[in-house]
T-cell receptor, first 114, second 110 residues
Framework: DTGVSQNPRHKITKRGQNVTFRCDPI?????LYWYRQTLGQGPEFLTY????????KSRLLSDRFSAERPKGSFSTLEIQRTEQGDSAMYLC????????????FGQGTRLTVV | QQQVKQSPQSLIVQKGGISIINCAYE??????FPWYQQFPGKGPALLIA?????SEKKEGRFTISFNKSAKQFSLHIMDSQPGDSATYFC?????????FGKGTRLHILP
């Protein structure tokens, strides 16, 4: 499977715990995005990387959220001290960095904070 | 500030009919307008996309109409089929991040 891979697919955690999600993009893609999607809404931009550099972070990304892409390949998104409002689908996408290049999405990680 | 507005929120169409979803954008720096299709439990998948230098793009049963002066674009699904039942998102991109509309849940009646 050469698509975007996200793990885990589902995560249930207690409020206050830390969670980490992983995204493996399509290998040739140098751009990687993280989005959050809540029920009935469109994906909301969180952050993106060009290779290993994090180029933009949304205001939605509070201090409890951190993302890394250490070698310009896979990426991790960590949420510290989770809150019930963090419950959502976290989507990762990758693309070439050319303008208008198609972004390919993974199947997402569904986080439930209880 | 919502940069891409999409309507309707939900749409029911008879099999064989035409499904029409509309979007409007605000930022004139956007230069790429994709439509994504999402099935339950899956990530969004690119359906069709257009650049503002053309007014229409057709791929099979799917057509995008683009009105640059009005800053509006729409998706038309001809001969709608039950398999088209999904959530559709319009989006706009200006070189980096993709901004999505809130989505339209489309249901095609058999």
């Amino acid at each position: 499977d050469t698509g975007v891979s996200q793990n885990p697919r589902h995560k249930i955690t207690k409020r206050g715990q830390n969670v980490t999600f992983r995204c493996d993009p399509i290998s040739e893609h140098n751009r990687l995005y993280w989005y959050r999607q809540t029920l009935g809404q469109g994906p909301e931009f969180l952050t993106y990387f060009q290779n290993e550099a994090q180029l933009e972070k949304s205001r939605l990304l509070s201090d409890r959220f951190s993302a890394e892409r250490p070698k310009g390949s896979f990426s991790t998104l960590e949420i510290q001290r989770t809150e019930q409002g963090d419950s959502a689908m976290y989507l990762c996408a990758s693309s070439f960095s050319l303008g208008g290049a198609e972004a390919f999405f993974g199947q997402g990680t569904r986080l439930t904070v209880v | 500030q919502q940069q891409v507005k999409q309507s309707p929120q939900s749409l029911i169409v008879q099999k064989g009919g035409i499904s029409i979803i509309n979007c409007a954008y605000e930022n004139t720096a956007f230069d790429y307008f994709p439509w994504y299709q999402q099935f339950p439990g899956k990530g969004p998948a690119l359906l069709i996309a257009i650049r503002p230098d053309v007014s229409e793009k057709k791929e099979g049963r799917f057509t995008i109409s683009f009105n640059k002066s009005a800053k509006q674009f729409s998706l038309h699904i001809m001969d709608s089929q039950p398999g088209d039942s999904a959530t559709y998102f319009c989006a706009a991109q200006g070189g980096d991040k993709i901004i999505f509309g809130k989505g339209t849940r489309l249901h095609i009646l058999p």
